[in-house]
């Protein structure tokens, strides 16, 4: 996708080894008010991702076991929020996956309106309501529901090439010479000398022979 879509790292998982991908219910919520999100529960289908959002920056803890409880009830895959997140030991004893911005005991009210199913942006992405949601323990991507298509042709052709690369690096091909590299470090001036040279290589474009180039 040309290295668009993610959320940012901000957002972290509550869980570890679990993969998750959605369609996006989208909310976007005052800050300490978790309204917005009981409305939301009812708009939402089994293979929904909730996504929420605030109109300014808070890490109350808008969401826990109960809303948890509700979703899974309707088969939704798991949480993405900008809020912070309650009761985690119970989310991952329910197998309710959450990427969150915070974890945070503090409670919320319901007491102001939002939105539910609009577009709304987390950190430079602007997520609309059905775009494909993808979260791991590296992170959150969205991916725009018209382009879902060609970003899964684009990841199987990736999986390909990296799995290519694993086996040619397990047999002792170095990424200098698979990716055309030394060219470029040619290019760039960097050089090696003999490490007995007792030059120090790094900030200077030099590598010792002798080091490893991983410190060029």
Same mark, same amino acid.
């Given at each position: 996708?040309?290295?668009?879509? +993610?959320?940012?790292? *901000?957002?972290?998982? #509550? ?10 219910? &989208?909310? +976007?919520?005052?800050? $300490?008010?978790?309204?917005?999100? *009981? ?19 808070? +890490?109350?803890?808008?969401? $826990?076991?109960?809303?948890? &409880? ?6 939704? %895959? ?5 809020? $912070?997140?309650?009761?985690? =030991? ?11 911005? =915070? ?11 939002? /939105? ?5 942006? #987390? ?28 970003? #899964?042709?684009?990841?199987? =052709? %990736?999986? =390909?090439?990296?799995? /290519? ?21 040619? %290019? ?6 003999? /490490? ?5 290589? $790094? ?14």
């Amino acid at each position: 996708m040309g290295r668009t879509g +993610l959320l940012g790292p *901000h957002l972290r998982p #509550i869980q570890s080894d679990v993969r998750m991908a959605g369609t996006a219910v &989208t909310v +976007l919520a005052w800050p $300490g008010d978790n309204l917005m999100i *009981h409305a939301a529960v009812e708009q939402c289908r089994e293979g929904d991702v909730l996504v929420v959002t605030t109109t300014s920056e808070s +890490l109350d803890g808008a969401f $826990g076991e109960l809303f948890a &409880t509700a979703l899974q009830r309707r088969g939704v %895959r798991g949480l993405v929020t900008t809020t $912070g997140v309650r009761d985690t =030991a119970e989310l991952r004893e329910m197998n309710f996956p959450v990427w969150s911005a =915070a974890v945070h005991a503090q409670g919320t009210v319901k007491a102001t309106p939002g /939105a539910v199913n609009v577009p709304v942006t #987390i950190g430079r992405t602007v997520v609309h309501p059905g775009d494909v949601i993808v979260a791991d323990d590296d992170g959150v991507l969205s991916v725009p529901r018209a382009e879902a298509g060609t970003a #899964i042709a684009s990841s199987k =052709a %990736r999986i =390909a090439k990296e799995e /290519a690369a694993r086996t040619a690096f397990s047999q002792g091909e170095l990424g200098l010479d698979r990716y055309g590299l030394r060219e470029v470090l040619e %290019r760039l001036g960097v050089t090696y000398v003999d /490490a007995s040279e007792d030059v120090a290589g $790094g900030s200077d474009g030099t590598v010792g022979a002798a080091e490893s180039v991983d410190r060029a």
